[in-house]
């Protein structure tokens, strides 16, 4: 787009030119035309035609005519090269006059041409500066986007930097966890796994410990057993006794009811075979509560013991005890050892 500036000196530039240029021919014009005049003869004087027509006067008047013309000639020279020199003076001031304008008019001229220049060169200086500014605006632009476009670049590749740290970091601790849980699992595995060896280890020792004692308690009741049986005849001597002096009819009926009792609450175990038998001792109260059981001399099975010994406690209660009077219950029944065998007690 051409600068306004330029543009209007543009266009006063050739009318300028030739207004110069017609003030040129003007001037040279006047100045021929000065140059081109004729020198005009020079003015006689008025006294010389008068003395043409004196000339019928006398001598004398006729000299004196002629000295006053010679004076008047005189006079009229001295005015004559005065005018010329006046003349002269009007001439060279008109050229003077001419050449300083014309001189004034190139003075304009060349200050025209100077300002039309230094315009143009202001113009062109301004053109420059402002091409000049333009382009370091768009150097200026061009850096800022490259500037702009490497801190976009350099945040896209921090960004990229941070998610692919937060990833790693997340699949670390993501690993972390599982290793922790591995770990955790393999002590828990660990753990359990010592649990149950201990609990398999306690469980034997228990086992062995409850064999020992089992064989313990039951060389304990083989060895009662055996004093029991040892004092069998003598207590069974005196239980009969008791009986004769109560009457052997009346104890007999109260022990068929206990048997009876007994063998209904009675569960028959596995390892129960005809042949076995056990004693038990039964504590009871004068109403018929039996308050306990205890086997007094094993049958070498102990669950035929037990089962023999859940029986009359599950019995729990005989109310015909209550009828027996107090000092025969005392005597026979408030303590009372019986002899269990499977046979016996199968109905």
């Known amino acids: ?15 300028t030119i030739l207004a110069v240029g017609l003030h040129i021919i003007i001037f040279g014009m006047l100045f021929v ?24 006067q006398s001598q004398a008047k006729t000299q004196t005519n002629q000295k006053i013309a010679g004076e008047a000639k005189k006079t009229a020279a001295k005015q004559y090269e005065v005018e010329q020199l006046e003349q002269r003076k009007v001439e060279q001031q008109k050229q ?29 200086k301004a053109a420059e500066t402002k091409a000049a500014e333009q382009a370091k605006a768009a150097e200026q632009k061009k850096l800022a986007d490259i500037a702009k476009k490497k801190a976009a670049d350099e945040a896209a590749k921090k960004k990229a930097a941070e998610e692919a740290q937060k990833k790693k970091a997340t699949e670390d601790a993501k690993k972390k966890a599982a290793a922790e849980a591995a770990k955790k699992k393999a002590a828990e595995d660990a753990k359990k796994k010592a649990a149950a060896e201990a609990a398999k280890k306690k469980a034997a020792e228990e ?3 409850k064999a020992a004692a089992e064989a313990a308690r039951k060389a304990a009741e083989d060895k009662k057993a055996q004093a029991l049986a040892e004092l069998l005849s003598d207590d069974t ?37 005809n042949g076995m038998s056990v004693e038990v001792t039964i504590q009871m109260l004068p109403d018929g509560t039996i308050t306990n059981a205890s086997v007094t001399r094993s049958s070498g099975d102990s669950a035929f013991d037990s089962s023999a010994v859940a029986a009359v406690r599950n019995v729990g209660r005989i109310p015909e005890l209550q009828d027996m009077d107090r000092a025969t219950f005392d005597q026979l029944y408030r303590q009372r050892r019986m002899i269990f065998k499977p046979e016996d007690l199968d109905l």
């Not at 001597?237 to 009792?261: E, H, K």
Request: charged share 25%; hydrophobic share 35%; glycine share 2%.
């Open 1 to 15: 787009m051409p600068h306004p500036e330029r543009s209007r000196s543009e266009s006063l530039y050739w009318p």
């Open 33 to 56: 035309s000065f140059a081109m005049t004729p020198e005009l003869p020079p003015s006689r004087p008025i006294v010389q035609a008068t003395l043409y027509q004196l000339k019928s």
């Open 96 to 124: 003077a006059a001419v050449a300083a304008a014309k001189a004034a008019e190139q003075k304009k001229a060349d200050e025209a041409r100077k300002a039309e220049a230094s315009k143009a060169e202001a113009a062109k």
């Open 207 to 209: 086992a062995k410990k």
């Open 237 to 273: 001597q005196r239980q009969q006794a008791m009986a004769d002096t109560q009457g052997d009819q009346v104890a007999g009926n109260y022990d068929d009811l206990i048997i009876s009792l007994v063998s209904q609450q009675w569960r028959r175990p596995p390892s129960a075979r």
